[in-house]
């Protein structure tokens, strides 16, 4: 299984004030519902099989258009994504478009090198929040399996 499957489930970032424009379908700019999608998610199921080591990874997504992940490696070190999001959204859907990675240098919760993710980086996400939930689909839709994750406080 590839890397960026678990993306997602591998970072962390602090959140700042501030608003952040969502594209509409129609490409104009509307505002974001802050509650939505913005904010800590912790991963807590999947349709696929998830590695014991990824089944506790964060994500976070800041209003400022920031996307971040955090696990633990297999020998028990933080690893730690960050990368600037475009966020496009339509109706409960997002399509997430991340600019360059930015990583701590250590393996993530899969064991892949900080160069192999780098070196293997998709860019574009799809995600969809229902209530206090947040699903990362791996294709375009469930078909394809999903992550789930819970909103955290």
């Not at 519902?33 to 800590?40: K, L, M, Q, R, V």
């Not at 574009?124 to 819970?150: A, D, F, M, P």
Request: with cysteine; net charge positive.
């Amino acid at each position: 299984m590839r890397w960026q499957t678990w993306v997602l489930a591998s970072l962390l970032l602090g959140s700042s004030a501030g608003g952040q424009a969502v594209e509409s379908p129609q490409g104009g700019a509307k505002d974001a519902n802050p509650a939505a999608i913005f904010g800590h998610w912790r991963l807590v199921g999947a349709s696929v099989s998830v590695p014991v080591d990824c089944r506790h990874s964060v994500l976070h997504i800041t209003p400022d258009g920031y996307l971040a992940e955090q696990s633990q490696s297999l020998d028990g070190e933080l690893f730690s994504f960050r990368a600037k999001a475009k966020i496009r959204q339509e109706g409960s859907r997002y399509f997430v478009t991340l600019g360059v990675p930015r990583h701590n240098g250590k393996p993530d919760c899969m064991g892949n090198s900080a160069d192999t993710i780098e070196a293997n980086f998709l860019p574009q996400l799809h995600l969809q929040v229902s209530g206090n939930r947040l699903y990362h689909y791996l294709g375009t839709n469930s078909e394809q399996g999903y992550l789930r994750y819970i909103r955290q406080p």
